[in-house]
């Protein structure tokens, strides 16, 4: 059996992942508003449940409300605001990255959260993994919610301290972003 991880699609179904609370959601040519979930300028697919408190200005997202030919014109004609230049295959429900809550760090992704620690705390995945399939020899795989709880336990971290600090040592979820992804 092949297990596929994130977002997936063939030409007949596609799949998404929330980034929060893994949620997976499967359908046929189907897009994450479908299942009552939004994605941000980021990619991040979050289900809306995560989204409520969060005032989103509908402009922001979709530019303003009046019509006119948004690839051609760089700023409405009647109200000045600036048109959103969309890709052909972008969703146009796209969340502005200050309305994400991960990119604001107010939530966290498992497996961005997974990589900062690796990268900070110096505790292997294999590790973690050693003491996981020592309680269940027919494991397979480390989840990396396994993988968080086990560095904050060693390092008593809570999701709390964990943003407050991403909040502190980086400016932008992209410098953040660069930082998890940069090569040693």
Known sequence: MKIRNGFVSNSSTSSFICHVCGEEFTGY?????EFDCSTCINEHV????????IEIEPEMI?????EFDRKKMKFCPECGKEALIEDEDADSSQLAEKYCPI???KLYSEEEMAQYLEKTRGV???EVFAKVKAMNKRRRKLYESEY?????EKFTLTDDILLAELKEKF????????FINKKG
């Not at 040519?29 to 508003?33: E, L, N, T, V, Y």
């Not at 809306?48 to 408190?53: P, Q, R, V």
């Not at 400016?171 to 660069?178: A, G, L, R």
Request: include cysteine; hydrophobic fraction near 20%; aromatic fraction near 10%.
């Open 29 to 33: 040519d189907a897009s994450p508003s």
């Open 46 to 53: 979050i289900c809306n449940e995560h989204l409520k408190g």
């Open 62 to 66: 979709n530019g303003c409300e009046h």
């Open 103 to 105: 990119c604001q760090f």
């Open 124 to 126: 292997s995945r294999d």
């Open 148 to 152: 968080i709880s086990h560095v904050c």
């Open 171 to 178: 400016k932008s979820f992209e410098e953040y972003y660069k």
